[in-house]
Protein backbone atom coordinates (compact mmCIF):
# COMPACT_ATOMS: atom_id res chain seq x y z
CA UNK A 1 0.00 0.00 0.00
CA UNK A 2 1.02 3.59 -0.46
CA UNK A 3 1.92 5.70 2.90
CA UNK A 4 -0.36 8.72 3.50
CA UNK A 5 2.87 11.05 3.33
CA UNK A 6 4.11 9.43 -0.02
CA UNK A 7 4.14 12.29 -2.81
CA UNK A 8 3.42 11.29 -6.42
CA UNK A 9 6.05 9.22 -7.67
CA UNK A 10 6.73 10.62 -11.12
CA UNK A 11 8.49 13.30 -8.85
CA UNK A 12 10.00 11.16 -6.37
CA UNK A 13 12.18 7.99 -6.09
CA UNK A 14 9.85 4.88 -6.02
CA UNK A 15 10.44 3.21 -2.93
CA UNK A 16 9.25 -0.63 -2.55
CA UNK A 17 8.99 -2.20 1.17
CA UNK A 18 8.68 -5.84 2.07
CA UNK A 19 8.00 -6.36 5.47
CA UNK A 20 6.25 -7.62 9.00
CA UNK A 21 5.34 -6.05 10.81
CA UNK A 22 5.96 -2.37 8.85
CA UNK A 23 7.68 -0.29 10.77
CA UNK A 24 4.80 2.76 10.15
CA UNK A 25 7.02 5.14 11.95
CA UNK A 26 9.79 4.93 10.28
CA UNK A 27 8.82 4.68 6.68
CA UNK A 28 6.27 7.29 7.54
CA UNK A 29 9.42 9.39 8.36
CA UNK A 30 11.18 8.75 5.23
CA UNK A 31 7.63 9.87 3.15
CA UNK A 32 7.16 13.12 5.39
CA UNK A 33 10.81 14.15 4.13
CA UNK A 34 10.07 13.68 0.99
CA UNK A 35 12.68 11.38 0.08
CA UNK A 36 10.52 9.26 -1.48
CA UNK A 37 7.30 7.51 -2.69
CA UNK A 38 7.02 4.57 -0.30
CA UNK A 39 4.90 1.25 -1.32
CA UNK A 40 4.57 -1.55 1.32
CA UNK A 41 3.99 -5.55 1.05
CA UNK A 42 3.60 -7.99 3.95
CA UNK A 43 4.12 -10.86 1.72
CA UNK A 44 7.22 -11.83 -0.27
CA UNK A 45 5.62 -13.04 -2.74
CA UNK A 46 3.70 -10.93 -3.85
CA UNK A 47 6.53 -8.42 -3.90
CA UNK A 48 8.11 -10.91 -6.63
CA UNK A 49 5.14 -10.30 -8.95
CA UNK A 50 4.47 -7.17 -8.70
CA UNK A 51 8.03 -5.69 -8.87
CA UNK A 52 8.29 -8.44 -12.33
CA UNK A 53 5.34 -7.00 -13.72
CA UNK A 54 5.14 -3.76 -12.59
CA UNK A 55 7.79 -0.35 -12.78
CA UNK A 56 10.51 -1.28 -11.45
CA UNK A 57 10.97 0.94 -8.13
CA UNK A 58 14.41 3.01 -7.24
CA UNK A 59 15.11 1.20 -4.29
CA UNK A 60 13.77 -2.40 -2.89
CA UNK A 61 14.06 -2.83 0.87
CA UNK A 62 13.11 -6.38 2.03
CA UNK A 63 12.78 -7.87 5.41
CA UNK A 64 14.42 -11.39 6.53
CA UNK A 65 12.55 -13.41 7.23
CA UNK A 66 9.45 -12.83 5.30
CA UNK A 67 5.87 -14.64 6.86
CA UNK A 68 6.04 -16.74 3.74
CA UNK A 69 9.67 -16.68 2.20
CA UNK A 70 13.21 -15.91 3.33
CA UNK A 71 14.06 -12.01 2.39
CA UNK A 72 17.54 -14.17 0.85
CA UNK A 73 15.74 -16.01 -1.37
CA UNK A 74 13.85 -13.39 -3.10
CA UNK A 75 16.73 -10.90 -3.09
CA UNK A 76 18.92 -14.09 -4.86
CA UNK A 77 15.69 -14.77 -7.61
CA UNK A 78 15.58 -10.85 -8.64
CA UNK A 79 19.64 -11.01 -9.04
CA UNK A 80 19.15 -14.03 -11.08
CA UNK A 81 16.84 -12.25 -13.49
CA UNK A 82 18.30 -10.24 -16.38
CA UNK A 83 15.86 -7.41 -15.63
CA UNK A 84 16.06 -6.62 -12.21
CA UNK A 85 19.65 -8.15 -11.64
CA UNK A 86 20.34 -4.25 -11.27
CA UNK A 87 18.01 -3.30 -8.44
CA UNK A 88 19.60 -1.69 -5.80
CA UNK A 89 18.45 -4.60 -2.63
CA UNK A 90 18.71 -3.41 0.94
CA UNK A 91 17.88 -6.05 3.23
CA UNK A 92 16.37 -5.38 6.97
CA UNK A 93 17.11 -7.93 9.83
CA UNK A 94 17.69 -8.22 13.23
CA UNK A 95 20.58 -10.45 12.46
CA UNK A 96 24.05 -7.62 11.51
CA UNK A 97 26.73 -10.73 12.27
CA UNK A 98 29.33 -10.39 9.92
CA UNK A 99 28.43 -14.01 8.48
CA UNK A 100 24.97 -12.60 7.72
CA UNK A 101 26.26 -9.65 6.40
CA UNK A 102 28.94 -11.53 3.90
CA UNK A 103 25.66 -14.05 2.75
CA UNK A 104 23.79 -11.24 2.07
CA UNK A 105 26.37 -9.38 -0.49
CA UNK A 106 26.59 -12.48 -1.98
CA UNK A 107 23.07 -12.81 -2.81
CA UNK A 108 22.91 -9.69 -4.60
CA UNK A 109 22.38 -7.12 -1.49
CA UNK A 110 23.73 -3.67 -1.55
CA UNK A 111 23.31 -3.39 2.55
CA UNK A 112 22.30 -4.79 5.38
CA UNK A 113 20.05 -2.53 8.03
CA UNK A 114 19.58 -3.98 11.74
CA UNK A 115 15.99 -3.92 12.70
CA UNK A 116 14.22 -2.79 14.08
CA UNK A 117 15.05 0.51 11.90
CA UNK A 118 16.43 3.96 13.45
CA UNK A 119 14.28 6.63 11.02
CA UNK A 120 16.84 9.16 11.12
CA UNK A 121 19.74 6.59 10.28
CA UNK A 122 17.59 4.94 7.57
CA UNK A 123 16.40 8.73 6.25
CA UNK A 124 20.57 9.01 5.72
CA UNK A 125 21.22 5.90 4.36
CA UNK A 126 17.89 6.38 1.89
CA UNK A 127 19.52 9.52 0.86
CA UNK A 128 23.41 7.41 0.25
CA UNK A 129 21.41 5.09 -1.71
CA UNK A 130 19.42 7.24 -3.88
CA UNK A 131 22.17 9.91 -4.56
CA UNK A 132 24.77 6.64 -5.42
CA UNK A 133 21.81 5.25 -7.39
CA UNK A 134 22.00 8.71 -9.56
CA UNK A 135 25.94 8.54 -9.87
CA UNK A 136 25.45 4.75 -11.38
CA UNK A 137 22.75 5.92 -13.96
CA UNK A 138 24.73 8.91 -14.94
CA UNK A 139 28.29 7.02 -15.12
CA UNK A 140 26.16 4.05 -17.11
CA UNK A 141 24.87 6.66 -19.53
CA UNK A 142 28.02 8.37 -19.86
CA UNK A 143 29.15 4.58 -20.61
CA UNK A 144 26.57 3.89 -23.24
CA UNK A 145 27.37 7.12 -24.93
CA UNK A 146 31.31 6.38 -24.85
CA UNK A 147 29.98 3.37 -26.27
CA UNK A 148 28.03 4.45 -29.06
CA UNK A 149 30.54 7.15 -30.09
CA UNK A 150 33.73 4.67 -30.14
CA UNK A 151 31.19 2.00 -32.07
CA UNK A 152 30.70 5.24 -34.34
CA UNK A 153 34.83 5.32 -34.68
CA UNK A 154 35.13 2.03 -35.16
CA UNK A 155 32.82 2.06 -37.46
CA UNK A 156 34.39 4.99 -39.60
CA UNK A 157 37.73 3.71 -39.21
CA UNK A 158 36.56 0.47 -40.94
CA UNK A 159 34.84 2.55 -43.84
CA UNK A 160 37.76 4.58 -43.92
CA UNK A 161 40.26 1.70 -43.90
CA UNK A 162 37.79 -0.22 -46.62
CA UNK A 163 38.27 3.10 -49.00
CA UNK A 164 42.03 3.03 -48.29
CA UNK A 165 41.79 -0.24 -49.27
CA UNK A 166 40.26 0.10 -52.44
CA UNK A 167 42.21 2.96 -52.90
CA UNK A 168 45.83 1.55 -52.56
CA UNK A 169 44.57 -0.89 -54.82
CA UNK A 170 43.53 1.39 -57.35
CA UNK A 171 46.77 2.97 -57.20
CA UNK A 172 48.56 -0.25 -57.35
CA UNK A 173 46.61 -0.88 -60.41
CA UNK A 174 47.86 2.36 -61.79
CA UNK A 175 51.46 1.58 -61.02
CA UNK A 176 51.47 -1.57 -62.55
CA UNK A 177 49.11 -1.34 -65.97
CA UNK A 178 49.02 1.22 -68.79
CA UNK A 179 46.21 4.10 -67.66
CA UNK A 180 44.59 4.00 -71.41
CA UNK A 181 44.17 0.58 -72.63
CA UNK A 182 44.29 -1.28 -68.86
CA UNK A 183 47.04 -3.59 -69.82
CA UNK A 184 50.02 -4.68 -67.74
CA UNK A 185 52.35 -1.82 -68.50
CA UNK A 186 55.97 -2.93 -68.95
CA UNK A 187 57.36 -3.23 -65.34
CA UNK A 188 54.42 -5.43 -64.82
CA UNK A 189 54.97 -7.41 -68.13
CA UNK A 190 58.45 -8.06 -66.67
CA UNK A 191 57.18 -9.39 -63.71
CA UNK A 192 54.82 -11.77 -65.11
CA UNK A 193 57.25 -12.39 -68.24
CA UNK A 194 59.79 -13.82 -65.32
CA UNK A 195 57.22 -16.08 -63.67
CA UNK A 196 56.57 -17.68 -66.95
CA UNK A 197 59.95 -17.91 -67.72
CA UNK A 198 60.97 -19.58 -64.54
CA UNK A 199 58.12 -22.03 -64.78
CA UNK A 200 59.29 -22.87 -68.50
CA UNK A 201 62.73 -23.28 -67.00
CA UNK A 202 61.40 -25.53 -64.27
CA UNK A 203 59.55 -28.12 -66.83
CA UNK A 204 62.41 -27.53 -69.49
CA UNK A 205 60.31 -26.03 -72.31
CA UNK A 206 60.83 -23.29 -74.52
CA UNK A 207 58.25 -20.37 -74.68
CA UNK A 208 57.72 -17.04 -76.69
CA UNK A 209 57.26 -13.59 -76.97
CA UNK A 210 55.22 -11.67 -79.64
CA UNK A 211 56.14 -8.02 -80.56
CA UNK A 212 53.20 -5.90 -82.64
CA UNK A 213 54.99 -2.39 -83.10
CA UNK A 214 52.75 0.20 -84.61
CA UNK A 215 54.45 2.41 -87.81
CA UNK A 216 53.75 6.13 -87.54
CA UNK A 217 52.30 6.27 -83.87
CA UNK A 218 53.04 9.83 -83.38
CA UNK A 219 51.86 10.58 -87.00
CA UNK A 220 48.76 8.75 -86.52
CA UNK A 221 48.23 9.79 -83.25
CA UNK A 222 48.29 13.58 -84.59
CA UNK A 223 45.71 13.03 -87.40
CA UNK A 224 42.60 11.89 -84.82
CA UNK A 225 41.08 13.02 -81.77
CA UNK A 226 42.42 12.08 -78.74
CA UNK A 227 39.46 10.21 -77.61
CA UNK A 228 39.62 8.44 -80.76
CA UNK A 229 43.12 7.37 -80.53
CA UNK A 230 42.50 5.95 -76.88
CA UNK A 231 39.39 4.39 -78.17
CA UNK A 232 41.82 2.89 -81.09
CA UNK A 233 44.30 1.62 -79.02
CA UNK A 234 41.70 -0.60 -76.62
CA UNK A 235 41.10 -2.11 -79.88
CA UNK A 236 44.35 -3.02 -80.64
CA UNK A 237 44.70 -4.76 -77.32
CA UNK A 238 41.71 -6.73 -78.02
CA UNK A 239 42.64 -7.53 -81.50
CA UNK A 240 46.08 -9.32 -80.52
CA UNK A 241 44.60 -10.83 -77.27
CA UNK A 242 41.84 -12.30 -79.79
CA UNK A 243 44.80 -13.78 -81.72
CA UNK A 244 46.12 -15.59 -78.22
CA UNK A 245 44.58 -18.58 -76.29
CA UNK A 246 42.76 -17.82 -72.87
CA UNK A 247 46.10 -18.86 -71.23
CA UNK A 248 48.42 -16.44 -72.86
CA UNK A 249 48.32 -12.40 -72.31
CA UNK A 250 48.86 -8.82 -73.83
CA UNK A 251 51.09 -6.16 -72.40
CA UNK A 252 51.73 -2.51 -73.50
CA UNK A 253 55.32 -2.11 -73.03
CA UNK A 254 55.65 1.27 -74.96
CA UNK A 255 53.50 3.76 -76.60
CA UNK A 256 53.56 2.48 -80.31
CA UNK A 257 54.46 -1.29 -78.83
CA UNK A 258 52.41 -4.50 -77.24
CA UNK A 259 53.75 -7.75 -76.36
CA UNK A 260 52.24 -10.97 -75.74
CA UNK A 261 53.53 -13.83 -73.54
CA UNK A 262 52.85 -17.04 -75.05
CA UNK A 263 52.43 -19.38 -71.89
CA UNK A 264 53.95 -22.93 -72.71
CA UNK A 265 52.40 -25.83 -73.30
CA UNK A 266 53.15 -29.37 -71.79
CA UNK A 267 54.47 -30.64 -75.22
CA UNK A 268 56.17 -27.86 -76.41
CA UNK A 269 59.39 -27.72 -78.48
CA UNK A 270 61.62 -24.75 -79.64
CA UNK A 271 59.84 -25.72 -83.12
CA UNK A 272 56.54 -24.99 -82.00
CA UNK A 273 56.97 -22.58 -79.91
CA UNK A 274 58.45 -20.83 -82.46
CA UNK A 275 55.53 -21.37 -85.57
CA UNK A 276 52.72 -20.77 -83.06
CA UNK A 277 54.64 -17.63 -82.34
CA UNK A 278 54.90 -16.80 -85.85
CA UNK A 279 51.60 -18.35 -86.71
CA UNK A 280 49.85 -15.33 -83.74
CA UNK A 281 52.32 -12.11 -85.00
CA UNK A 282 50.92 -13.45 -88.56
CA UNK A 283 46.97 -13.50 -87.23
CA UNK A 284 47.40 -10.12 -85.21
CA UNK A 285 48.91 -8.53 -87.88
CA UNK A 286 46.13 -9.53 -90.40
CA UNK A 287 43.82 -8.17 -87.79
CA UNK A 288 44.90 -4.79 -87.63
CA UNK A 289 45.76 -4.43 -90.92
CA UNK A 290 42.16 -4.64 -91.85
CA UNK A 291 39.73 -1.73 -92.77
CA UNK A 292 39.40 -0.07 -89.11
CA UNK A 293 36.61 2.78 -88.95
CA UNK A 294 37.70 5.57 -87.16
CA UNK A 295 36.09 9.23 -87.15
CA UNK A 296 34.27 8.39 -90.16
CA UNK A 297 37.21 7.06 -92.32
CA UNK A 298 38.28 3.96 -93.25
CA UNK A 299 41.89 3.16 -92.19
CA UNK A 300 43.74 0.22 -91.90
CA UNK A 301 46.76 0.44 -89.33
CA UNK A 302 50.43 -0.63 -90.73
CA UNK A 303 52.56 -2.53 -88.14
CA UNK A 304 56.07 -4.57 -87.84
CA UNK A 305 56.23 -7.80 -85.78
CA UNK A 306 58.95 -9.64 -84.16
CA UNK A 307 59.52 -12.63 -82.10
CA UNK A 308 61.54 -13.67 -79.22
CA UNK A 309 61.99 -17.22 -77.99
CA UNK A 310 63.29 -18.89 -74.64
CA UNK A 311 66.27 -19.63 -74.52
CA UNK A 312 67.69 -18.91 -77.89
CA UNK A 313 67.26 -15.15 -77.29
CA UNK A 314 67.53 -14.34 -73.84
CA UNK A 315 67.46 -16.66 -70.57
CA UNK A 316 65.81 -13.50 -68.89
CA UNK A 317 62.84 -11.84 -69.08
CA UNK A 318 64.06 -8.31 -69.56
CA UNK A 319 66.66 -10.10 -72.43
CA UNK A 320 64.07 -11.62 -74.62
CA UNK A 321 62.31 -8.12 -74.32
CA UNK A 322 65.81 -6.03 -75.18
CA UNK A 323 65.60 -8.64 -77.97
CA UNK A 324 62.04 -7.96 -79.40
CA UNK A 325 62.86 -4.36 -79.65
CA UNK A 326 66.01 -4.60 -80.90
CA UNK A 327 64.75 -6.93 -83.62
CA UNK A 328 61.75 -4.22 -84.24
CA UNK A 329 64.55 -1.50 -84.38
CA UNK A 330 66.70 -3.11 -87.02
CA UNK A 331 63.41 -3.70 -89.14
CA UNK A 332 62.62 0.17 -88.85
CA UNK A 333 66.18 1.32 -89.46
CA UNK A 334 66.98 -0.84 -92.53
CA UNK A 335 63.73 0.30 -94.52
CA UNK A 336 63.01 3.78 -93.06
CA UNK A 337 60.64 4.21 -95.93
CA UNK A 338 59.38 0.81 -95.52
CA UNK A 339 55.50 1.86 -94.97
CA UNK A 340 55.38 5.15 -96.24
CA UNK A 341 54.20 4.23 -99.51
CA UNK A 342 50.01 4.13 -100.05
CA UNK A 343 49.46 6.10 -96.44
CA UNK A 344 45.87 7.62 -95.77
CA UNK A 345 45.63 11.80 -96.66
CA UNK A 346 45.95 12.48 -92.85
CA UNK A 347 49.04 10.24 -92.89
CA UNK A 348 50.54 11.78 -95.74
CA UNK A 349 49.52 15.56 -94.43
CA UNK A 350 51.49 14.46 -91.02
CA UNK A 351 54.44 13.86 -93.24
CA UNK A 352 54.42 17.17 -95.04
CA UNK A 353 54.18 19.08 -91.68
CA UNK A 354 57.24 16.58 -90.80
CA UNK A 355 59.52 18.14 -93.64
CA UNK A 356 57.98 21.90 -92.79
CA UNK A 357 59.01 21.00 -89.24
CA UNK A 358 62.75 20.15 -90.49
CA UNK A 359 63.07 23.50 -92.34
CA UNK A 360 61.75 24.99 -89.82
CA UNK A 361 64.41 24.09 -87.14
CA UNK A 362 67.12 24.37 -89.68
CA UNK A 363 66.23 27.89 -90.56
CA UNK A 364 65.87 28.66 -86.86
CA UNK A 365 62.32 29.50 -87.05
CA UNK A 366 61.44 27.91 -83.71
CA UNK A 367 60.66 30.03 -80.24
CA UNK A 368 60.98 28.42 -76.92
CA UNK A 369 58.24 29.85 -74.18
CA UNK A 370 58.67 29.19 -71.07
CA UNK A 371 55.68 28.49 -68.30
CA UNK A 372 56.42 29.58 -65.22
CA UNK A 373 56.44 26.85 -61.92
CA UNK A 374 55.57 28.53 -58.53
CA UNK A 375 56.40 28.25 -54.95
CA UNK A 376 52.72 26.41 -53.69
CA UNK A 377 53.52 28.64 -50.30
CA UNK A 378 54.81 31.75 -51.06
CA UNK A 379 53.38 31.94 -54.63
CA UNK A 380 57.54 33.14 -55.30
CA UNK A 381 58.27 32.47 -58.82
CA UNK A 382 60.79 29.07 -59.17
CA UNK A 383 62.07 29.37 -63.05
CA UNK A 384 59.85 27.73 -65.65
CA UNK A 385 59.48 24.83 -67.83
CA UNK A 386 61.33 25.31 -71.93
CA UNK A 387 58.64 24.71 -74.25
CA UNK A 388 59.03 25.16 -78.27
CA UNK A 389 56.46 27.12 -80.26
CA UNK A 390 56.02 26.98 -84.45
CA UNK A 391 55.21 30.13 -85.38
CA UNK A 392 54.17 30.45 -89.44
CA UNK A 393 54.73 33.08 -91.45
CA UNK A 394 51.00 34.72 -91.76
CA UNK A 395 51.37 34.95 -87.80
CA UNK A 396 49.67 31.93 -86.67
CA UNK A 397 50.63 29.06 -84.93
CA UNK A 398 51.30 25.37 -85.49
CA UNK A 399 50.29 23.70 -82.22
CA UNK A 400 52.73 21.70 -80.24
CA UNK A 401 50.02 18.77 -79.51
CA UNK A 402 50.61 18.57 -83.58
CA UNK A 403 54.29 19.03 -84.67
CA UNK A 404 55.65 16.99 -81.18
CA UNK A 405 54.17 13.82 -82.32
CA UNK A 406 55.36 14.30 -85.75
CA UNK A 407 58.79 14.55 -84.64
CA UNK A 408 58.96 11.54 -82.20
CA UNK A 409 57.50 9.66 -85.66
CA UNK A 410 60.20 11.19 -88.00
CA UNK A 411 63.39 10.38 -85.51
CA UNK A 412 63.25 14.10 -85.00
CA UNK A 413 62.99 14.33 -81.15
CA UNK A 414 66.96 14.57 -80.58
CA UNK A 415 67.04 17.49 -82.84
CA UNK A 416 64.64 18.84 -81.17
CA UNK A 417 65.25 18.46 -77.71
CA UNK A 418 69.01 19.78 -79.00
CA UNK A 419 67.27 23.14 -80.06
CA UNK A 420 65.09 23.37 -76.68
CA UNK A 421 68.41 22.92 -74.97
CA UNK A 422 70.57 25.10 -76.89
CA UNK A 423 68.11 27.96 -76.90
CA UNK A 424 67.59 27.49 -73.10
CA UNK A 425 70.99 27.69 -72.10
CA UNK A 426 71.35 30.85 -74.34
CA UNK A 427 68.47 32.27 -72.53
CA UNK A 428 70.09 31.47 -68.89
CA UNK A 429 73.24 33.23 -70.04
CA UNK A 430 71.24 36.05 -70.39
CA UNK A 431 69.55 35.85 -67.17
CA UNK A 432 71.27 34.36 -64.41
CA UNK A 433 73.71 37.67 -63.21
CA UNK A 434 70.32 39.55 -63.22
CA UNK A 435 68.20 36.93 -61.43
CA UNK A 436 70.00 34.71 -58.48
CA UNK A 437 67.09 31.69 -57.93
CA UNK A 438 65.69 30.42 -60.75
CA UNK A 439 65.72 27.12 -63.06
CA UNK A 440 64.84 26.61 -66.96
CA UNK A 441 63.41 23.35 -67.15
CA UNK A 442 64.63 21.12 -70.59
CA UNK A 443 62.37 17.83 -71.32
CA UNK A 444 64.46 15.18 -73.26
CA UNK A 445 63.29 12.39 -74.82
CA UNK A 446 64.25 9.18 -74.45
CA UNK A 447 66.57 8.77 -77.56
CA UNK A 448 68.01 11.90 -76.47
CA UNK A 449 69.09 10.19 -73.26
CA UNK A 450 70.27 7.65 -74.07
CA UNK A 451 72.32 9.45 -76.82
CA UNK A 452 76.31 8.61 -76.34
CA UNK A 453 76.97 12.42 -76.73
CA UNK A 454 74.24 14.33 -74.29
CA UNK A 455 76.72 14.22 -72.06
CA UNK A 456 78.99 16.31 -74.23
CA UNK A 457 77.02 18.10 -75.80
CA UNK A 458 75.82 19.78 -72.27
CA UNK A 459 79.25 20.73 -71.79
CA UNK A 460 79.52 22.05 -74.93
CA UNK A 461 76.59 24.16 -73.88
CA UNK A 462 77.78 25.50 -70.54
CA UNK A 463 81.42 26.27 -72.32
CA UNK A 464 80.26 28.19 -75.26
CA UNK A 465 77.23 30.17 -73.78
CA UNK A 466 78.90 30.15 -70.30
CA UNK A 467 75.25 29.48 -68.38
CA UNK A 468 75.61 27.99 -65.21
CA UNK A 469 74.76 24.30 -64.79
CA UNK A 470 72.69 25.56 -61.12
CA UNK A 471 70.28 27.23 -63.46
CA UNK A 472 69.49 24.07 -65.83
CA UNK A 473 66.78 21.32 -64.78
CA UNK A 474 66.52 18.06 -67.04
CA UNK A 475 63.03 16.97 -66.60
CA UNK A 476 62.86 12.88 -67.90
CA UNK A 477 60.04 10.69 -68.34
CA UNK A 478 59.77 7.14 -66.84
CA UNK A 479 59.89 5.58 -69.90
CA UNK A 480 63.23 7.08 -71.08
CA UNK A 481 64.61 5.47 -68.14
CA UNK A 482 63.40 2.54 -68.28
CA UNK A 483 64.38 1.08 -71.69
CA UNK A 484 68.11 0.86 -70.02
CA UNK A 485 67.86 1.52 -66.27
CA UNK A 486 70.88 1.31 -65.31
CA UNK A 487 72.97 3.08 -67.62
CA UNK A 488 70.32 6.02 -67.38
CA UNK A 489 70.91 6.02 -63.45
CA UNK A 490 74.49 6.56 -64.29
CA UNK A 491 73.85 8.96 -66.90
CA UNK A 492 72.00 10.82 -64.40
CA UNK A 493 74.22 10.76 -62.01
CA UNK A 494 77.22 12.42 -64.17
CA UNK A 495 74.95 15.10 -65.56
CA UNK A 496 73.78 15.69 -61.16
CA UNK A 497 77.58 16.20 -60.44
CA UNK A 498 77.78 18.51 -63.23
CA UNK A 499 75.57 21.08 -61.00
CA UNK A 500 72.57 20.04 -63.41
CA UNK A 501 69.39 19.00 -61.51
CA UNK A 502 66.68 16.22 -62.54
CA UNK A 503 63.07 16.01 -62.26
CA UNK A 504 61.00 12.51 -63.64
CA UNK A 505 58.34 14.14 -65.58
CA UNK A 506 54.88 12.66 -65.85
CA UNK A 507 55.28 10.70 -62.86
CA UNK A 508 52.80 7.98 -61.97
CA UNK A 509 51.94 7.37 -65.49
CA UNK A 510 54.77 4.67 -65.76
CA UNK A 511 56.85 2.67 -63.19
CA UNK A 512 56.17 4.49 -60.30
CA UNK A 513 57.15 2.87 -57.20
CA UNK A 514 59.45 3.56 -53.90
CA UNK A 515 61.76 0.98 -54.99
CA UNK A 516 61.88 2.62 -58.59
CA UNK A 517 62.34 5.92 -57.46
CA UNK A 518 65.20 4.95 -54.05
CA UNK A 519 67.29 4.28 -57.44
CA UNK A 520 67.21 6.98 -59.04
CA UNK A 521 69.75 9.85 -58.76
CA UNK A 522 66.90 12.62 -58.88
CA UNK A 523 65.87 16.00 -57.41
CA UNK A 524 62.44 16.51 -58.16
CA UNK A 525 58.95 14.77 -59.66
CA UNK A 526 56.08 16.01 -61.78
CA UNK A 527 52.87 14.88 -60.56
CA UNK A 528 51.05 14.06 -64.10
CA UNK A 529 48.28 16.39 -64.98
CA UNK A 530 45.80 13.49 -65.54
CA UNK A 531 46.04 12.99 -61.95
CA UNK A 532 45.79 16.95 -61.12
CA UNK A 533 42.64 17.15 -63.03
CA UNK A 534 40.74 14.72 -60.84
CA UNK A 535 41.42 15.82 -58.03
CA UNK A 536 38.25 18.21 -57.13
CA UNK A 537 35.88 15.12 -58.40
CA UNK A 538 38.01 11.99 -57.51
CA UNK A 539 38.56 10.99 -53.95
CA UNK A 540 40.88 8.37 -55.25
CA UNK A 541 43.05 10.73 -56.94
CA UNK A 542 43.65 12.77 -53.85
CA UNK A 543 44.57 9.69 -51.91
CA UNK A 544 46.67 8.75 -55.68
CA UNK A 545 48.39 12.02 -55.36
CA UNK A 546 48.97 12.05 -51.47
CA UNK A 547 50.86 8.98 -51.49
CA UNK A 548 52.91 10.10 -54.31
CA UNK A 549 54.08 13.01 -52.43
CA UNK A 550 54.04 10.47 -49.73
CA UNK A 551 57.02 8.65 -51.68
CA UNK A 552 59.16 11.37 -52.97
CA UNK A 553 58.93 13.02 -49.79
CA UNK A 554 60.08 9.98 -47.76
CA UNK A 555 63.35 10.00 -50.61
CA UNK A 556 63.84 14.05 -49.97
CA UNK A 557 62.75 14.63 -53.64
CA UNK A 558 60.78 18.13 -54.38
CA UNK A 559 56.98 17.72 -55.80
CA UNK A 560 55.91 19.71 -58.94
CA UNK A 561 52.31 19.42 -60.34
CA UNK A 562 51.73 20.24 -63.14
CA UNK A 563 48.00 20.75 -65.36
CA UNK A 564 47.01 22.80 -62.37
CA UNK A 565 44.13 25.16 -63.61
CA UNK A 566 41.79 25.84 -60.76
CA UNK A 567 42.24 27.33 -57.39
CA UNK A 568 40.89 24.34 -55.72
CA UNK A 569 43.45 22.28 -57.18
CA UNK A 570 46.22 24.21 -55.91
CA UNK A 571 44.57 24.23 -52.50
CA UNK A 572 44.35 20.74 -52.66
CA UNK A 573 48.00 19.95 -53.69
CA UNK A 574 49.46 22.79 -51.54
CA UNK A 575 47.61 20.88 -48.38
CA UNK A 576 49.07 17.65 -49.22
CA UNK A 577 52.90 18.95 -49.23
CA UNK A 578 53.52 19.68 -53.01
CA UNK A 579 56.33 22.59 -52.97
CA UNK A 580 55.47 23.73 -56.70
CA UNK A 581 52.67 24.18 -58.92
CA UNK A 582 52.64 24.46 -62.73
CA UNK A 583 49.68 25.36 -65.23
CA UNK A 584 47.26 27.67 -66.15
CA UNK A 585 46.05 28.87 -63.41
CA UNK A 586 49.05 31.02 -63.25
CA UNK A 587 49.87 31.01 -66.95
CA UNK A 588 50.34 29.62 -70.09
CA UNK A 589 53.89 29.38 -71.65
CA UNK A 590 54.68 32.85 -72.63
CA UNK A 591 57.72 34.32 -74.65
CA UNK A 592 61.38 35.39 -72.82
CA UNK A 593 60.37 38.82 -72.88
CA UNK A 594 57.30 38.62 -71.04
CA UNK A 595 59.09 35.51 -68.37
CA UNK A 596 61.78 38.24 -67.47
CA UNK A 597 59.14 40.88 -66.69
CA UNK A 598 57.73 37.55 -64.49
CA UNK A 599 61.23 37.23 -62.93
CA UNK A 600 61.69 40.87 -62.25
CA UNK A 601 58.71 40.98 -60.36
CA UNK A 602 59.26 37.34 -58.52
CA UNK A 603 56.16 36.06 -58.63
CA UNK A 604 52.81 35.51 -60.60
CA UNK A 605 49.48 36.24 -59.68
CA UNK A 606 46.25 33.47 -60.22
CA UNK A 607 44.29 34.26 -63.50
CA UNK A 608 41.04 32.66 -64.48
CA UNK A 609 41.77 29.40 -66.39
CA UNK A 610 41.14 29.46 -70.16
CA UNK A 611 38.27 27.26 -70.61
CA UNK A 612 38.55 23.98 -72.08
CA UNK A 613 38.01 23.07 -75.89
CA UNK A 614 38.28 19.89 -77.43
CA UNK A 615 39.63 17.36 -75.34
CA UNK A 616 41.60 19.93 -73.31
CA UNK A 617 42.54 23.53 -72.41
CA UNK A 618 43.34 25.70 -75.29
CA UNK A 619 45.32 28.96 -75.07
CA UNK A 620 45.59 31.42 -78.43
CA UNK A 621 49.05 33.04 -78.86
CA UNK A 622 49.68 35.90 -81.32
CA UNK A 623 52.23 37.70 -82.04
CA UNK A 624 51.29 40.36 -79.13
CA UNK A 625 52.12 37.30 -77.00
CA UNK A 626 49.26 35.40 -75.09
CA UNK A 627 45.99 35.48 -74.87
CA UNK A 628 42.80 33.94 -74.20
CA UNK A 629 38.96 33.84 -75.10
CA UNK A 630 39.78 34.48 -78.44
CA UNK A 631 38.33 32.74 -81.54
CA UNK A 632 40.49 29.74 -83.77
CA UNK A 633 39.17 31.68 -86.98
CA UNK A 634 42.01 34.51 -86.88
CA UNK A 635 44.59 32.69 -84.70
CA UNK A 636 45.83 29.16 -84.05
CA UNK A 637 44.97 27.55 -81.41
CA UNK A 638 47.62 25.68 -79.21
CA UNK A 639 46.83 22.56 -77.03
CA UNK A 640 47.86 23.40 -73.61
CA UNK A 641 51.49 23.93 -73.26
CA UNK A 642 53.60 20.30 -72.74
Known sequence: MLSDGAMDSTQQARIFVADHPVDDRAWASVAMHGLGSVMQWQSGERLLGDVLSNTLPDLLFIADPLPDVRGLDICRRLARDPVTRALPVVMLSADTSEAYVRTALEAGAIDVLQKPLNPDLLRVRIRSYLALGEQAQSLSFEAR???????????????????????????????SHDLITGLPNRRHMLELLERVRRRAANQNLPMALVGVCLDHFGALQASIAKETFDRLLVSIGGCIQHALRPMDFVARVSEDLFAAVLVPGNAETAETAARHARDVAARAARALQEDLHMEGRIRGLQVRTSISVYPEDGRRANELLNHLESTLQLTRDTNPMRDRRGTTPDLASALSLELRLRRAMESDRLVPYYQPKLDARSGKLLGGEA???????????????????????????????????????????????????????????????????????????FATTRARAEHLELEITEGAL??????????????????????????????????????????????????????????????????????????????????????????????????????????????????????????????????????????????????????????EVLPRAG
Not at 432 to 453: I, P
Open 482 to 635: ITDFDAAANWLRAVREMGVTVALDDFGTGYSSLAYLRRLPLDAIKIDQSFVTGLEEDRSNVAIVRAMIAMAKALDLRVVAEGVETAKQADILTRLGCDALQGFLYSAAVPARIFETMLQEGRVAPRVPVPAVGSGPTLVVSNDGVRGGQTASSR
Open 145 to 175: TRSEELERMVQTMRTELAEREQTMARAEFLF
Open 387 to 461: LIRWPLRNGEYVGPGEFVPVAEAGGLSPALDDYVLTAACCQIAEWQDRFEHFRVAVNLSALKLHHRGIFDRLREL
